[in-house]
């Protein structure tokens, strides 16, 4: 594999790294992609949400969590609790429905300032894996300095293309949690 094709696969991680880490933004809409980071001890274990349940939504405010044992149900409910994810959580059957607010104004302004720090841990990861690769292409002796001029200059291009689409997700989100 070729250090611009190593570069392109370590920054399309951070881009996927951002997209995961905005999609834990809870905006006008919950998805089930809200819980994915949430652990509860279940059989005597920490254990990821998704992995002793599983989540659909209800309605743009509602989620609904299905226990696939129902024995795990209090532990389930004692981890959602403890996840303070600013919801009401209640039991309703066989299942946890988790009641979100929609989110005052000073609450998206939180949100929409997470979602740019985010966003600008991912430009920085894309500049690090930048200067990785151009301080590789300099030390190559294997390249001709025309081949190594070539080779930042596409590095370059890939960094830029690679931040103007975070800078589009990060758009893409912000409108998102702007929308009432």
């Not at 399309?12 to 809409?29: M, Q």
């Not at 509602?62 to 409910?77: C, E, F, G, Q």
């Not at 302004?109 to 894996?129: M, P, S, Y």
């Not at 301080?135 to 080779?151: G, I």
Request: hydrophobic share 35%; aromatic share 4%; with cysteine.
């Amino acid at each position: 594999m070729s250090l611009l094709d190593e570069c392109k696969d370590k920054m399309d991680k951070s881009i996927e790294a951002l997209h995961e880490s905005l999609a834990t933004l809870h905006a006008g809409r919950v998805t089930a992609q809200l819980l994915d980071k949430i652990y509860v001890k279940c059989y005597g274990e920490n254990m990821i949400l998704k992995s002793v349940a599983g989540i659909s939504s209800l309605s743009p405010t509602d989620l609904a969590v299905r226990p696939y044992d129902p024995s795990t149900n209090k532990d389930i409910l004692n981890g959602l609790n403890k996840a303070d994810l600013g919801c009401t959580v209640t039991q309703n059957g066989g299942q946890i429905v988790l009641k979100f607010p929609t989110p005052s104004e000073d609450r998206r302004k939180d949100l929409v300032r997470q979602a740019k720090k985010f966003t600008e841990d991912g430009k920085v990861a894309v500049r690090n894996i930048r200067k990785d690769y151009n301080n590789k292409a300099k030390k190559d002796d294997s390249l001709s300095e025309d081949m190594q001029h070539d080779l930042l200059d596409q590095i370059q291009k890939e960094t830029d293309a690679h931040i103007a689409k975070m800078d589009a997700m990060l758009a893409a989100k912000v409108q998102d949690i702007e929308t009432i």
